[in-house]
């Protein structure tokens, strides 16, 4: 039984570490998008052009919250990640957390991608 349950904890902290890197590769790719939406945003201001200065800040703000939603991702990955090491029972935790391989990575966004 101790093997299996090492074998799981084994299985559930990889699932926990591959969806924190994804979650990071995630924050990189806002942050990018962000940065990238507030140079458009520059340009339009300087060239005086007032409908796409409208345009760039909607998509700005859109940008920041994808960029805080997926930092909030990151931080839950690595809280959920760290969290079994601060209790009595860290192996059981992580065997638990071998169910993310059969999960569906956005459980609250319409399944899988």
């Not at 924050?27 to 990018?32: D, E, K, N, T």
């Not at 796409?52 to 859109?62: N, P, T, V, W």
Request: proline content about 4%.
């Amino acid at each position: 039984m101790d093997v299996i349950l090492g074998v799981l904890a084994i299985a559930g902290a990889g699932a926990v570490l591959l969806r924190g890197m994804r979650a990071g590769a995630r924050v990189l790719g806002r942050g990018l998008e962000r940065f990238l939406v507030r140079g458009v945003a520059d340009v339009r201001a300087r060239r005086g052009d007032l409908t796409g200065l409208s345009d760039a800040a909607a998509q700005k703000r859109r940008a920041r919250r994808a960029q805080l939603g997926a930092v909030s991702s990151l931080a839950f990955w690595v809280a959920l990640g760290v969290a079994p090491l601060l209790t009595p029972w860290p192996r059981g935790l992580y065997a638990g957390y071998a169910l993310f391989w059969v999960l569906p990575r956005t459980l609250g966004r319409g399944g899988a991608r």
